[in-house]
DNA sequence: CTGAAAGCGCTAACAC
DNA sequence: GTGTTAGCGCTTTCAG
């Protein structure tokens, strides 16, 4: 391992002293001279400043945290590039981990990341938020990402009310009584959203209507499965995300219930893939790269920042609904 | 911010030394009774030990970078999975950075990565090899994923050969003879696969036959959709990979060629949508997560270490290949 | 405007 | 077995 170059031999090169080197590299005031001369000697050295010298002097890490469920999940892998599109605008490195959606293997990452003396965290939370609280406490900067759970907390989240509502609405003008949600764990506002919009429309409420998932594929086709299955009286579904729809067409062929004519399903989250499918998947896109650069411009600004950003979602219309069909079996 | 407890706080706690307790801390020899007494300190202040001084004085960091493309290709967020899966039972770190097979780029980002004083690299190398010259020499401990382009670097990679071989065989069985490869660039190995399988065959060898797009679904999108419009003469395509793949299902679709029946298709990457696409792709599946696992052992691991790393790759046929159509137009 | 010096938190010699 | 101490590379007072 070849020795690194130090500020000291760049001074040295440049015949000045250690703070002035720095001084200059750190944009502080300097006669041109010197500024020439020590210029000139980093770039001959070819000097990188050490970024653990510079982070333990100053107590802090420039870089940035993020935690997100499931990174094979296309909706937080195109989070993820959002916060890394503008990271690197800063130049600053990212360190992601993944959650699971496990609230103590998130526990343990934010540990690790603390370690590493990291003050700077985008994170979509898994659990309720409580264990946030030593974390905040600590004097970590974190913003949350597609959710909020907690109000002392800065978060860019979809505009899951409108969402919701916008895709309950249109599958309750195709005639569609008895609707379910099919969502992940910690999307409790989107479940909330839900069952206020069927409220809104008078629809029949009914508990069992929302089918919740853990953070995989088994997870998913499980569950939607299991609905499809014990509720032949359900027309339409939303899948709360796009790793849910996926389970649900394809639990849906398994159990050969076609759609749109024996169920209409709405796919939160547009993806490439929504198009392609069969049948193409009427979907309520939702900007995830947006909502990642969002939270990273937020994570990165210093004063006062606001409490909360909400991004709109939209509803694209493909072939996956249709009216009301008579109910199954 | 709260000041962050240190070791020195730890030591006067406990009556004892800093050295004790570092050594305490990390496994070191100490009597039974100064260990408890350690512990007992350290758990009560809820003791963290500081990254950056720990590396600061190693001279070195734990964590790891990731370099890949594009993290919102589900083929590199499986491979990041993989690495993330891996490093995380080292309770490592692990620093990502999208370099969108960007030559320029990903040095920048190897610089970045140097600056965090990270020795350990997972890289998807996006050009020929050439500039990992100076990283290397510095001692940067680095391994290629899913492509080979230095023989002084222990890579992990998909057995190109034997998949493209294996697809090339499948569509000649079928009776195609004009087949086209459709890739990104930087898969240098897998081109060369390309026209040493079709030679093999006795195929007729056409330079124009191999495509190549960008790093991007748009461009992925303007090489399927003009290869499909200038070579009506080829009855068979093989996407090098998923972007690539639904690029070609896309454009079929828009220029009204028909799958399988104008042409024939054969993806490579298997991913949860090519099942549910219409028509359901036959794919080369790839152990994108395997890749990146195995290549985060390897980066981790301190001797002697294999030059490559080949992992097989898998022909799941589905409905996206017919028999050769005659020559459309 | 510039240099000397004091640490940031930690580990690894080195003494005891 | 344990404590003392000298830095790792850097920034930042504080003098000059």
């Given amino acids: 391992m070849q020795r690194r170059i130090t500020i000291k031999e760049v001074a040295e090169a ?16 300097a006669s041109a001279e010197t500024r020439e001369k020590v210029l000139a000697a980093a770039a001959r050295l070819d000097y990188r400043p050490s970024a653990l010298g510079r982070n333990l002097r100053r107590q802090r890490t420039g870089g940035i945290g993020l935690l997100v469920p499931d990174i094979t ?14 990271a690197r605008s800063y ?12 609230p103590e293997r998130e ?25 946030w609280g030593p974390a905040l ?17 800065p978060s860019v989240v979809p505009d899951d009310r409108a969402g919701v509502l916008t895709a309950v609405e249109y599958l309750a003008g195709l005639g569609h009584r008895k609707i379910a949600y099919l969502g992940r764990h910690g999307q409790s506002q989107r479940v909330a959203a839900f069952t206020s919009a069927i409220a809104s429309l008078g629809l029949p409420a ?19 499965a299991g609905l499809l299955q014990h509720r032949a009286d359900v027309t339409a579904v939303i899948a709360g995300g796009n790793v849910l729809g996926e389970a649900a067409v394809l639990a849906a062929r398994e159990l050969d219930v076609r759609i749109p004519r024996d169920v209409s399903l709405i796919m939160f989250d547009d993806v490439p893939w929504a198009e392609l499918c069969s049948p193409p998947l009427t979907v309520i896109s939702q900007p995830a790269q947006d909502i990642g650069y969002r939270a990273a411009e937020l994570v990165f600004r210093q004063g006062r920042r606001p ?16 009216p009301k069909a008579s109910a199954r079996r």
Same sequence: chains 1, 2.
């Fill in 14 to 29: 440049a015949g000045v002293g250690v703070a002035t080197v720095s001084r200059v590299l750190s944009g502080g005031s």
């Fill in 73 to 86: 999940d296309s909706f937080y892998a195109r989070l993820a590039d959002g916060v890394l599109s503008c």
């Fill in 91 to 102: 130049g600053e490195p990212v360190t992601v981990g993944v959650t699971g959606d496990d």
């Fill in 107 to 131: 526990a343990e990452l934010i540990g690790t990341l603390i370690e590493q003396s990291m003050d700077r965290l985008i994170a979509v939370p898994s659990g309720d938020g409580e264990m």
């Fill in 137 to 153: 406490r600590a004097g970590l900067n974190v913003v949350f990402a597609d959710r909020r759970v907690r109000a002392d907390v």
């Fill in 206 to 224: 009914d508990r069992d209507l929302v089918v919740h998932a853990r953070s995989s594929r088994d997870s998913a086709y499980a569950a939607a």
């Fill in 307 to 322: 409490p909360a950003v909400t991004l709109p979602t939209q509803l694209v219309v493909r072939a996956s609904c249709g």
